[in-house]
């Protein structure tokens, strides 16, 4: 399935956690650093890491129609995609 836009922040935050989390327990795995509360730590940082790369480049990722800004704070703020 292929997701070009979301709804609202919380969809947003579920595609990161398929897209960019899985990357966090790998590393952490990796060092040997297995507990709950680093986990826990690691997707709050995949999170962050994951919306930086997709809010820098907004423009970019309008061109194929890719739009990681929520569509309900896209209204909230009196934007459109034009």
Do not use: K
């Not at 790369?53 to 009196?78: C, K, M, N, S, V």
Request: hydrophobic share 40%; proline share 7%.
């Amino acid at each position: 399935m292929v997701v070009n836009c979301h709804p609202n922040f919380n969809s947003l935050l579920a595609y990161c956690t398929c897209s960019a989390n899985p990357g966090g327990p790998l590393v952490l795995n990796f060092f040997g650093t297995t507990t709950p509360h680093l986990f826990e730590l690691s997707d709050d940082i995949w999170y962050a890491l994951q919306l930086r790369i997709f809010w820098q480049d907004i423009a970019i990722g309008l061109l194929p129609r890719r739009i990681y800004l929520p569509q309900e704070d896209i209204g909230r703020f009196g934007y459109s995609l034009e």
